[in-house]
């Protein structure tokens, strides 16, 4: 399993059982379009964005927009994109 298949999968877990409060949903794809389905709103964003830091292990920057959450697609480039700028260098 690739590390993009890994996050696709933690996160769609999260959205299906804490958001949606149904993990067997099987219609929900990566790029699902969370934010115009309401299936976040303000406050799962909330809870969204701290499973991602604690999961991860990393910190949204805090001029993360709102669209960057509208799939598990964007959320997984958002992480990774973030994974590598935090990534320790390699030169130094």
């Known amino acids: 399993m690739s590390q993009r298949q ?4 933690k996160l769609r877990e999260f959205v299906t059982t804490e ?3 149904d993990p067997n949903n099987d219609e929900l794809t990566s790029s699902t379009n969370l934010l115009a389905l309401g299936i976040i709103d ?15 292990s990393l910190r949204l920057p805090d001029d993360v ?3 960057e959450f509208s799939s598990i697609a ?7 994109r973030i994974q ?6 390699a030169t130094g």
């Open 6 to 9: 890994e996050i696709e999968g």
């Open 84 to 89: 590598g700028t935090q990534a320790p260098s």
């Open 65 to 67: 927009q709102p669209d």
């Open 74 to 80: 964007r959320i997984t480039a958002l992480i990774e």
């Open 42 to 56: 303000s406050i799962s964003m909330v809870s969204l964005r701290i499973f991602v830091e604690r999961t991860f």
């Open 19 to 21: 958001l949606l409060g």
